[in-house]
């Protein structure tokens, strides 16, 4: 038997029209909350185990990765996003609760999945609230503890990086950090890195305390580092002397007068505040230039080891993260003001609220490119610090360091 096109046609729209209605059947909700969920209050997990945990301090910063004090400082701070509204139909979360799970969810890296049978919240509910507490936390601290620095603030990080880290006239340490993330929908290649995966970048400066100067989170894992802080607004500013760096300062132990930098790998442009290494076949054979590349290599390493610091506290980061790049750029922006305030919460928590009425906060957006070639002003700042750190001057300047 054949059919007409007509009839296949209106075969065609009601087997579609069949298949949609025993679908709907078999996908309509039976509850309106789960009974596991309604249990929640009784038989979850913040019911069960933070009462407990509030009682011992060592057990409470295993689970949370920070200190009762210091949950208890952050709280305060996202309770006013955090307060929801009480209605007729059901009792919301507390902001306790909805902060022990976001921030559970950063320390474990657990699943959304996880985390709602866990905690017997619906899955949903477990999403939204780790993105709207990872966007309240950049909001209510990113202004406190990533500061704009002025210039004390920048004497202040040459001094630790010169006591600390034994190399002179340094005001931070830049890299960048790939964030592996399931590739997004119809996002072509702009995501996929050199390592074969997909992912969005961190850049970031830091001191000699492991803590982060300025960052920008969100650029595509496809673009270099150097391409990247060419295109940010930490570059442009430094390029344009708008920052409020000093001008610089004599070398420790000698007459030589040395302009205060950033160093960072080879990934980098060489600048008069961003030094880099020498090619390595430009350093070998050449003394000078292998001990310029051991010293500034110290120096830089300190951005890499608080990534690992970031990624050892935050277990997020330890397997690829299924989400929407926008919220992933929070994750990474809360978690990096999160490590600030947990490196020395101290500083934080009698000096917030006002704070911020000498400083702006340090987040960068992109900017035009800067032209990459270096100029010989910073071929020749370069040839300062290696002539100095081979000199007399630099040997005792670094033997004071390690006698120290």
């Given amino acids: 038997m054949q059919f007409s096109q007509f009839e296949l046609a209106a075969i065609a729209i009601a087997i579609d029209d069949e298949v949609l209605e025993k679908r ?13 969920w309604r249990k929640r209050e009784a038989e979850g997990e913040f019911a069960l185990l933070y009462k407990e945990l509030i009682d011992d301090e060592s057990k409470f910063y295993g689970y949370f990765r920070m200190s009762k004090e210091c949950f208890t400082f952050l709280l305060e701070k996202v309770k006013p996003d955090l307060t929801k509204k009480i209605t007729r139909f059901q009792k919301p979360i507390s902001p306790n609760e909805r902060l022990a799970v976001c921030i559970r969810f950063l320390a474990t890296g657990d699943s959304f999945k996880t985390i709602s049978y866990s905690f017997r919240l619906g899955h949903s509910t477990v999403t939204e609230i780790v993105h709207s507490t990872c966007r309240s936390i950049v909001k209510r601290f990113k202004k406190d ?3 704009e620095p002025t210039e004390e603030m920048w004497r202040k990080i040459a001094e630790d990086f010169e006591n600390l880290r034994g190399f002179p006239n340094c005001i931070g340490a ?8 399931e590739a997004p929908a119809n996002s072509g290649s702009i995501y996929f890195n050199y390592k074969h995966t997909f992912s969005i970048v961190l850049l970031a400066l830091v001191d000699a ?6 960052v920008d989170v969100g650029a595509y894992g496809r673009n270099s580092d150097g391409g990247i802080f060419a295109q940010c607004n930490l570059g442009k500013r ?10 610089g300062k004599n070398l420790p132990g000698s007459s030589t007068f040395a302009p205060y ?3 960072g790998d080879e990934a980098f442009p060489l600048k008069t505040y961003l030094m880099r290494p020498y090619p390595g076949h430009q350093a070998t054979g050449d003394a000078n230039k292998t001990n310029f590349n051991h010293r500034l290599s110290l120096a830089r390493r300190l951005v890499e080891n608080a990534f690992g610091i970031l990624t050892q506290r935050f277990r997020i980061f330890q397997r690829r993260m299924k989400l929407a790049p926008e919220n992933v750029d929070y994750i990474i922006l809360s978690t990096c003001v999160l490590h600030n305030f947990l490196c020395e919460p ?4 009698g000096l917030i609220n006002h704070s911020a009425q000498n400083a702006q906060p340090h987040l960068l957006n992109p900017l035009s490119v800067q032209p990459g070639r270096p100029a010989n ?5 370069r040839e300062t610090f290696k002539e100095y750190l081979a000199s007399t001057a630099g040997r005792n300047f670094i033997g004071q360091q390690y006698q120290e």
């Fill in 24 to 36: 709907s059947e078999t996908t309509k909700r039976r509850w309106g909350v789960h009974p596991t």
């Fill in 145 to 147: 503890v990533i500061l």
């Fill in 174 to 181: 830049l890299d960048g950090k790939h964030f592996v993330i």
């Fill in 209 to 214: 305390c492991y803590k982060f100067i300025a």
């Fill in 238 to 247: 430094l390029e344009n002397g708008t920052l409020h760096v000093p001008i």
């Fill in 261 to 263: 930098v950033i160093v």
């Fill in 346 to 349: 101290k500083d934080y928590t």
């Fill in 377 to 381: 002003d910073a071929f020749a700042v």
